[in-house]
């Protein structure tokens, strides 16, 4: 028996984890990579699903390569936007753009103001940043860059936010999508940002959301193929794009998405028709009908 608050000295020891941890090491794969080098059973993506689903631009190339719907985008990594080095006629202290970060910010160019801007490797909206011209861009770039040297430039959708949960099929059947919901940001937010997502009474959901039907059922198609593109097991969160021209764009896929009383994910399985009860047990009996060890 453990008590509250233990750590077992080994993890195989445990019945079933369930990681509902968000971020670096809690949900890039690192955390799942150790649960099965310990014999443990886990809810949730395996180590390669969990790092893909983490980093935005692997995630984004996945879905590029089996034929899914996104929006146009630019990486910058940490040499892209390194200074150039400095001569003899610079000032000391200057900094002086390279030929890398000039190429990336043209490219940025191409995608058309706004844009968004984000860690590529983050969650949770923090260090996200909405920039309208190329002063706001740099700011936002340096922002998202205090917490990952890689980021992600994103052009601007004009569209409905939707979500649509997802569940790992059984039997060895194929992935269930739930009714999806549109996004309702709250407290005068530009964007669905950190405090809009945790912080803003306002920001509730709308579950179905108010689109035609067969635009539902291509979300929850696109959101099992997203599920699938990247092997998720378990449970997923996959984000769209619902644009005026009646088009569905991925956006990006959530593999542990949040389970709290405000959160999207049992709402829209309690909308479906499986309430937070059946939807645990649902989630951890997946989990223990998985092998131990090499998913």
């Known amino acids: 028996m453990l008590s509250p608050g233990d750590v077992p000295r080994d993890l195989g020891a445990v019945d ?3 990681p509902l941890l968000h971020g670096a090491y809690g949900e890039d794969g ?21 790092a893909a689903g983490m980093d ?26 390194a200074a150039a080095p400095t001569d003899a006629r610079t000032a000391p202290g200057a900094v ?23 860690p590529a490797r983050g ?17 936002a770039i340096e922002t998202a860059r205090e917490h990952d040297p890689k980021v992600l430039v994103e052009a601007a959708i004009d569209g409905m936010e939707i979500e649509c949960a997802v569940l790992q099929g059984t039997d060895g059947g194929p992935p269930e999508a739930s009714l999806p919901g549109q996004v309702m940001v709250g407290g005068g937010a530009d964007f669905y940002d950190f405090e809009a ?22 979300v929850r198609r696109l959101a099992c193929a997203a599920f699938d593109a990247i092997s998720c097991e378990g449970l997923a969160r996959v984000d769209f794009f619902y644009t005026p021209g009646g088009r569905v764009l991925v956006n990006e896929i959530n593999t542990m998405p949040g389970m709290t009383t405000t959160s999207g994910f049992p709402k ?26 090499l998913r």
């Open 30 to 50: 690192t955390i799942q990579g150790l649960l099965e080098m310990t014999g443990a059973r886990y809810c949730g993506a395996g180590v390669f699903a969990s």
């Open 197 to 218: 997502k945790y912080l803003a009474d306002e920001t509730s959901m709308v579950i179905p959301a108010p689109i035609p039907d067969p635009a539902i059922a291509e």
């Open 56 to 81: 935005k631009e692997y995630m984004k190339l996945i879905f590029a390569a089996h034929g899914l719907p996104i929006g146009p985008y630019v990486v910058v990594r940490d040499r892209d936007w």
């Open 16 to 18: 079933v984890v369930l």
């Open 123 to 139: 969650g949770s909206s923090v260090g996200t940043s909405k920039a309208r011209d190329g002063a706001e861009l740099e700011r």
């Open 96 to 118: 002086t753009a390279g030929p890398e970060r000039k190429r990336v910010l043209d490219d940025i160019g191409e995608l058309g103001w706004p844009v968004f801007v984000k």
């Open 268 to 293: 829209m399985w309690a909308a479906t028709g499986l309430p937070l009860p059946q939807l645990m047990d649902r989630i951890i009996q997946t989990a223990l009908a998985q092998p131990p060890g």
